[in-house]
């Protein structure tokens, strides 16, 4: 790719695409958006980072312990990575415990990928993993793990479809088994609701990660949490060079400033839904067998191929994304996609019509290869 403009984006032979990867998540409010580009100019000029802290520091953690029930404290670094892995460190210092139960994605750190090739071997001892798909198996995870639990981490994206009960459920199992329980919005934040997906489901988890969308395409992460939590840290180390760059901070202050002054949530949740109920009225009329969903809520859809055999939903699905991104459509076939402000209503039905062709030309590989 070479640029984008709000929903768009161009390859370097100069097609345009209507996209919805987003770059993974950052652009809820459209790539190059102006008022958040203006705010990191402005702060461009006055030194990206300095010797001690700067106002924006404090100003930028006071608005997202205002944003979030679950928060009193804050403490920032530059990727999902990053702040996933010092919740961790903080509910560990916080519990004097050392195992942990993951689910799904939230990093690409050691203790993300215990069983990835090069990372140390007594990692994946100390990382559990939750069936996703049996949540109510987290009581039996804690009540087996060899050592007490420090923490639970979750990702809202993870648990489908989602069902408040199930995150209150979560909540209350971790805290009776004396762990911290961690909600990893990296991907949820900003998009649903002005508290993100914990004011959504109503829970208030102990520590928040955040990352992706508050700064709209400038690295910036934090975590935010209780303050009887979040206290553990002043004992850590968590300190990088760049944590207190400003530029990040500048754009996040001025993404949350525009999603606070527009309907971006409500704008994100009805184009969603309208895509994702389109793409399911196409597969139907084409008699392909497909389901577009909300991976975990309407903004992050999602289409699953289900002819039940993974030879032949591969080759549906290899078809079906050839033929919408030649027509000028990015979709990605194995990431949740993100719909943004900067979608349009006419976008959706121009999506709408590409996948329509697609669906319509996928449906001779039904008749074999
Ligand atoms: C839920 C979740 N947590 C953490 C991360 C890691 O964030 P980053 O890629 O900024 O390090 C991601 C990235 O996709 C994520 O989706």
């Not at 993974?24 to 006055?46: K, N």
């Not at 995870?141 to 994206?157: F, K, Q, S, W, Y």
């Not at 530029?247 to 949740?269: I, R, S, Y």
């Not at 993974?310 to 194995?334: I, M, N, Q, S, W």
Request: aromatic share 8%; net charge negative.
């Amino acid at each position: 790719m070479t640029h984008g403009r709000g929903a768009r984006c161009w390859d370097a032979d100069g097609h345009e695409y209507i996209d919805y990867i987003g770059a993974y998540g950052p652009f809820l409010l459209g790539y190059a958006h102006p008022v958040v580009d203006a705010a990191v100019s402005a702060q461009l000029e006055r030194g990206s980072l300095l010797s001690l802290n700067h106002p924006l520091h404090v100003l930028f953690a006071e608005r997202l312990v205002a944003r979030f029930a679950s928060a009193e404290m804050a403490l920032f670094f530059k990727t999902g990575s990053e702040a996933t892995t010092a919740a961790l460190r903080i509910a560990r210092a916080a519990t004097g415990r050392r195992t942990v139960v993951r689910c799904g994605y939230h990093g690409w750190h050691d203790w993300c990928l215990p069983l990835e090739r090069f990372v140390p071997s007594g990692l994946v001892e100390q990382v559990l993993e939750l069936d996703t798909s049996e949540p109510g198996s987290l009581e039996q995870l804690l009540t087996g793990a060899r050592e007490p639990v420090a923490a639970v981490i979750v990702a809202p994206e993870m648990i489908l479809p989602t069902q408040p009960k199930v995150f209150h459920d979560l909540l209350a199992t971790t805290r009776a088994h004396g762990a911290v329980f961690i909600l990893d919005e990296v991907k949820t934040a900003l998009r649903i609701k002005p508290g993100s997906f914990q004011e959504y489901v109503g829970i208030r988890p102990d520590l928040t990660t955040l990352s992706k969308a508050l700064g709209n395409g400038y690295p910036i992460a934090a975590v935010v949490g209780k303050r009887e939590v979040m206290q553990a840290a002043a004992g850590l180390h968590l300190s990088a060079t760049y944590h207190g760059e400003t530029l990040g901070m500048a754009a996040a202050m001025a993404t949350l400033d525009f999603v606070d002054a527009h309907p971006v949530a409500e704008h994100v949740w009805s184009l969603g839904e309208r895509l994702i109920t389109g793409l399911n009225e196409s597969a139907a009329r084409h008699g392909i067998p497909a389901v577009a969903f909300g991976e975990p809520l309407p903004p992050m859809p999602f289409l699953k191929f289900t002819a039940g055999s993974p030879a032949l939903d591969e080759r549906l699905k290899t078809r079906f994304y050839r033929e919408v991104l030649a027509r000028g459509l990015l979709l990605h076939p194995r990431h949740l996609w993100f719909v943004s402000y900067a979608h349009s209503e006419a976008d959706i039905e121009r999506s709408l019509e590409i996948a329509d062709t697609a669906f319509r030309l996928t449906r001779s590989e039904l008749d074999g290869p």
